[in-house]
């Protein structure tokens, strides 16, 4: 009986504190033009959810449990709508400008390791035509 009484609402009983579960209906639809806060809270609370046997969740919280596992957003958004936080691209471009750094130091030690070989060549040449050994 408790359990029909609390199925629209999600109650913390000894708290007394009511909690009422964000809407679901159409998430896919609306998802791109949602708030961060709200989509966080959205995917914190379909991971509680999911905490128990997906039997005992409704069908409208297993289909959005799914698109947000799943669905076209985020890095599986198709090329020019993803939704990149500033964190990652401050990130990627970190991580881009060391690998430029690293290429640019690459291309000097190649170029002072041909000059310290050709001088080592002359050296041996030098070396060999006055018979030193």
């Known amino acids: 009986m408790l359990a029909r009484l609390a199925a629209p609402r999600q109650v913390r009983l000894l708290s007394g504190i009511g909690y009422i579960p964000p809407k679901l209906d159409e998430l896919s639809k609306r998802w791109p033009e949602m708030s961060g806060p709200l989509k966080e809270e959205i995917v914190e609370y379909l991971t ?20 947000i596992s799943y669905g076209p957003w985020g890095p599986r958004s198709p090329s020019g709508q993803g939704q990149l936080s500033p964190a990652f691209l401050v990130w990627k471009g970190l991580f881009n400008a060391i690998l430029f750094l690293a290429l640019g130091v690459s ?6 390791d041909k000059e310290l070989e050709e001088k080592l060549k ?3 040449e030098q070396s ?5 050994s």
Do not use: C, H, Q
């Not at 509680?48 to 698109?67: N, V």
């Not at 291309?107 to 002072?112: A, D, P």
């Not at 060999?128 to 030193?132: A, E, N, Q, T, Y």
């Open 48 to 67: 509680w959810r999911m905490e128990d046997s997906w039997k005992t969740m409704p069908r409208e919280e297993i289909k959005a449990a799914y698109f």
């Open 128 to 132: 060999d035509s006055s018979g030193l």
């Open 107 to 112: 291309i000097v030690n190649l170029k002072r």
């Open 122 to 124: 002359r050296l041996e």
